[in-house]
């Protein structure tokens, strides 16, 4: 068995393959629709709110689907880029994948705090279980990354420039 792997990355293999498809859908369906796809229970809290809260017609919730569509899909991409490091062992055991993570963590957890913050403003209480479990599962691997720290690069060994004695060829005198 492979002991290479860190716990932030297997964390964060496992929070990629939740939000990848979950978000790309949910981006798609607002692309394809963005009324219709703004008022799908992921973002009806922001429907709401920017609609009945602070009374934006139909092209300003149109341009604000198309803003949580385009965010949504940035974070699927992140955490698309993220995976697609941890590929390379050499990248993954140095914590170099850490950056796309980071990104994707810190733009979703926004997004799902802003949009919960929202959800209990205009009273969805299925919306705001929904991105405050997103945004716990989110800090919940932020939090490992800040414990775990950041990976520790094998020293590297000097060879001697010339070579040891034990280590010199010997001729055959056959002479």
Known sequence: MSTNWR????????LACYFIPTWAIIAFRII????????DRPNVSAAFYLGDQLQWGSAGLIRAAWL?????????AFFALFLV???RPKIRIAGGANEALWF??????VMSFAL??????????????????????MLGTAIVLVVEGPAKVPATVE??????????????NNG
Do not use: D, Y
């Not at 394809?32 to 008022?39: D, I, K, M, N, S």
């Open 7 to 14: 716990i932030s990355s297997f964390n964060g293999a496992l």
């Open 32 to 39: 394809a629709t963005p009324v219709r796809g703004l008022f």
């Open 85 to 87: 490091l941890l590929c």
């Open 159 to 172: 060879v001697p420039a010339e070579p040891l004695p034990l280590q010199q060829p010997q001729l055959l």
């Open 104 to 109: 994707a963590l810190g733009l979703g957890s």
């Open 68 to 76: 949580i569509a385009v965010g949504r899909l940035t974070v699927a």
């Open 116 to 137: 919960m913050l929202m959800a209990s403003k205009v009273g969805e209480v299925e919306a705001l279980r929904l991105h405050a479990t997103e945004l716990l599962m």
